[in-house]
């Protein structure tokens, strides 16, 4: 490769811009070690959220960020999972020197690890879609793990977010959120993280990415695994609460809909939809009332939005009878809260009708053959028997409004026929098109 070739390498050039911000930022000093230590109290999140940028002059941070925007996306994933294992180095050995008293580089020193550390900065805010591929590395590599990388972590992500939350909530969920859940997980840790999805949601611009569902590099912003995970904190056992458990319940709406979001009827979808279906009835047969009687929510929201969840649920029947159960006795008891999307279409009544029909014949083997779950089916049996009667019965009103519309119908013709003053002012009101539209309405 010649060296003019060299020169126009992607990487680079990345360096040679390292070197123009290390020639620009002279003069800036950090407190590495009250930013990131390794030990004692952690600073606040919004103490360092705008560090190193809130630093850097204007006229250097528009050059860099147009500059930036041209570079390729696996160049700057590679820079940051490179910046991330230079950072942590550089971190380490400052808290060792500090440990053991000798006296080296100073926290505040300029180069060249504040050079990465702008860099990296400024590369997590203008193409924040970068960091996700990074993610799947810093994931599985073991040298990024531990408490103590915590803060930086953090730090990284919250960077990210300040260019597009959904990279910031992605990040937060795959790979923060499963720290959480580890038992050796500390206060200081819990906290910190709970302070960066806190940070996230209470962006004016929040609500945008709950309502529209992105998928970042064919990855859901809170994919099934990490919804689990999300139910288990929020709705812990009563002797396992602890402080942060009311934090979780606050931000849980919220990061409910954007797990529950997508598009209804995509393949993908359904994948999603039958997951979420599968872990809401195994959460249902814990004995953790709480978290069953949510989880239970979420399988009968499954079944009444996704008709197409029907099917698995079939599938799944006999080997979760007792979440069955659940499912079926809360469907009864709130029929009239799930009735109005159950009836939105003739496709829903009859695929939730058939479900019935398979699930009694089910029922009545199992309790021919006998058994410990005996009881089970003849519970369920009842309520699906309740849920295919009300099936049958909206099904015979509409035919039963048929007959009165067309009645009505035909007795309004034979009046007006005889009066056309009346027929006149009938048809100045475009009653047909009432009509038409309670027909339409009632799916007749």
Avoid at 116 to 137: G, I
Wanted: charge should be positive.
């Amino acid at each position: 490769m010649s060296a003019e070739s060299y020169s126009a390498e992607p990487e680079t050039q990345l360096l040679r811009f390292m070197d123009y911000v290390g020639r620009e930022l002279t003069q800036v000093r950090f407190p590495w070690l009250k930013m990131f230590p390794f030990k004692g109290p952690w600073p606040k999140l919004i103490d360092v959220i705008n560090v190193p940028v809130c630093d850097i002059p204007e006229p250097i941070y528009k050059t860099s960020v147009d500059w930036i925007k041209q570079v390729p996306v696996m160049t700057l994933s590679g820079f940051i999972v490179w910046a991330f294992r230079c950072t942590l180095t550089h971190l380490e050995a400052q808290q060792e020197g500090v440990n053991s008293g000798k006296i080296g580089e100073q926290p505040t020193s300029p180069k060249p690890h504040v050079v990465v550390f702008v860099t990296l900065a400024m590369v997590l805010r203008t193409r924040p879609e970068t960091f996700t591929f990074a993610l799947r590395t810093i994931r599985q590599r073991r040298m990024f793990q531990g408490q103590d990388k915590i803060p930086f972590t953090v730090w990284m992500m919250a960077q990210a977010s300040q260019g597009y939350l959904c990279a910031g909530l992605l990040s937060w969920a795959h790979n923060l959120l499963p720290v959480v859940s580890n038992s050796d997980c500390n206060p200081q840790s819990r906290d910190l993280i709970l302070q960066l999805v806190e940070k996230i949601l209470s962006d004016p611009m929040a609500w945008t990415m709950r309502r529209n569902q992105a998928i970042r590099e064919r990855e859901r912003l809170i994919p099934p695994p990490s919804f689990e995970i999300l139910l288990r904190l929020t709705f812990p056992a009563s002797s396992a609460r602890v402080k942060a458990t009311e934090r979780f319940e606050a931000i849980y709406p919220s990061l409910k809909e954007v797990a529950l979001a997508g598009a209804p009827g995509s393949e993908a979808m359904k994948q999603v939809i039958k997951q979420i279906f599968t872990l809401s009835l195994k959460l249902a047969k814990e004995g953790n009332p709480t978290l069953a009687k949510e989880a239970t929510e979420i399988a009968i929201w499954c079944v009444t939005e996704h008709v197409d969840c029907c099917e698995h649920w079939d599938n799944l029947y006999m080997r979760n009878p007792a979440a069955s159960v659940a499912v079926l006795k809360k469907l009864v008891d709130n029929w009239k809260d799930h009735s109005l999307k159950i009836f939105s279409s003739p496709r829903n009544t009859l695929t939730l009708g058939q479900t019935m029909k398979s699930f009694r014949l089910e029922n009545q083997k199992a309790i021919t053959e006998g058994g410990a779950n005996v009881s089970l089916y003849k519970e369920a049996d009842k309520y699906c028997k309740l849920i295919s009667r009300r099936l049958s019965y909206n099904h015979y009103c509409l035919k039963a409004t048929a007959v009165v519309l067309a009645a009505a119908g035909a007795t309004a013709a034979v009046v007006l026929s005889s009066n056309m003053e009346l027929k006149n002012l009938v048809n100045s009101l475009d009653l047909h098109l009432y009509l038409n539209a309670i027909t339409t309405a009632f799916n007749i």
